[in-house]
């Protein structure tokens, strides 16, 4: 068997794994979590951003998030360079939420401390249908920017 052989074999049994998963639909949210970092704060507030997936068939909510960082960790979205806190974002079914920057994000207040690059901030996020989900953010440099590289 041929390398490439290999890897149509491993693919195709991904794949039928993932069937294997969406076919038990028992409309619940299915929620993951990538790309998650928190740039190097540079006064006592922070900003966190990550990607909620939902390969689900049920739409979910994002309604609060918690962390040791601060007591005063809320969700903001920007409109016309304005920052303004919401109640929850919309995690659609088979879609995804995006927090950016610039756009929606974690807004972390009168952080305890000040963490540095190369550490971790862990969040739990909480959902109006699914199980909360605990994420470590990768503290990044103040300048990061994934979606500009
Ligand atoms: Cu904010």
Redesign the pocket.
């Known amino acids: 068997m041929n390398r490439r052989t290999t890897l149509a074999a491993v693919l195709a049994l991904t794949t039928g794994l993932t069937l294997a998963g969406c076919s038990t639909d028992s409309g619940e949210p299915e929620l993951k979590v990538i790309g998650a970092f928190m740039p190097q704060p540079v006064s006592d507030?922070a900003?966190g951003f990550l990607v909620v997936q939902n390969s689900g068939s049920t739409a979910d909510r994002l309604t609060s998030v918690t962390s040791p960082l601060s007591d005063d960790v809320?969700i903001?979205e920007?409109k016309n360079q304005q920052?303004?806190?919401v109640e929850s974002f919309e995690v659609p079914a088979g879609g995804e939420l995006d927090l950016e920057r610039g756009g929606n994000?974690?807004?972390f207040m009168k952080l305890k401390q000040m963490p540095k690059q190369g550490e971790k901030v862990s969040v739990e996020l909480r959902f109006e249908k699914a199980d909360p989900i605990t994420v470590d953010l990768p503290v990044k440099e103040t300048t990061h920017n994934p979606k500009k590289q």
């Open positions: 507030m900003a809320t903001h920007t920052m303004r806190e994000h974690i807004m």
